[in-house]
């Protein structure tokens, strides 16, 4: 267990759809990066918080967008779904980048979209 | 885009055997990681070797690092069926980002 948690485990949904998906870091953990795992384009990173700021942004579509609060966990928002976008989100923690930068991640949260 | 790129991409052995999983990546790093996921699950950490590291171990894991060649090796010696899952290489770039880019993936199947 890598005191990462993730809401829902799964979700099933419809194109065209709305989702949230919501990450709680570890504690003291002021970093939060979003990953997207698919079969087709493997592991991508989408984007990063620091402590309640973006300060890194990857291959994140515009439909996409992400926000970390001042609890520190974070919520990935999906909107106008489309069937490319079913994958496993995963969210990691890390107490400060850094240049030793281990991620702890959790258990994900398994989108399909139908 | 990935940057790491492991080979094989699936590895079947015996338990008791060792496994060798190979990543290569493009640009210069600070660190290299490996991770492991069982199937559909989460990544879990399994070591990390920084740029001015040539080798390291942790149990049963040993991993290699040759910035010349950009590449790295993980060695799993004396493997058992609960190795089995998919294993990870990732880097992260020089520079100050902390955004890790992840090969493919090997999956190691370790048969009883």
């Known amino acids: 267990d890598s005191g990462v948690t993730q809401t829902p485990k799964h979700l099933i949904t419809a194109t065209g759809q709305r989702v949230t998906l919501r990450c709680s870091p570890r504690s003291g953990d002021l970093s939060v990066y979003w990953y997207q795992q698919s079969l087709d384009q493997g592991l991508q990173f989408l984007i990063q918080y620091y402590n309640g700021e973006e300060r890194a942004k990857g291959n994140i579509l515009e439909r996409f967008s992400a926000q970390q609060f001042p609890d520190l966990h974070s919520e990935l928002n999906l909107s106008s779904l489309e069937l490319g976008d079913s994958a496993l989100y995963f969210c990691a923690s890390n107490p400060l980048g850094g240049r030793y930068n281990e991620q702890f991640f959790g258990p994900g949260t398994r989108l399909t979209v139908l | 885009s990935q940057q790491g790129e492991e080979d094989p991409q699936a590895l079947s052995i015996q338990e008791g055997e060792n496994a060798t999983m190979n990543c290569s990546y493009k640009?210069?790093?600070?660190?290299l990681q490996w991770y492991r996921q069982n199937s559909g699950r989460g990544l879990v950490h399994l070591i990390l070797?920084?740029?001015?590291?040539r080798e390291k171990h942790s149990g049963r894991l040993r991993v290699t690092l040759d910035t010349s060649k950009k590449s790295s090796s993980l060695l799993i010696t004396a493997s058992r069926a609960a190795d089995t899952a998919s294993y990870f290489c990732a880097t992260d770039a020089q520079g100050g980002s902390e955004k890790l880019v992840f090969g493919k993936g090997t999956k190691l199947t370790v048969n009883p």
């Open positions: 070797i920084r740029s001015n590291e």
């Open positions: 640009t210069s790093i600070n660190n």
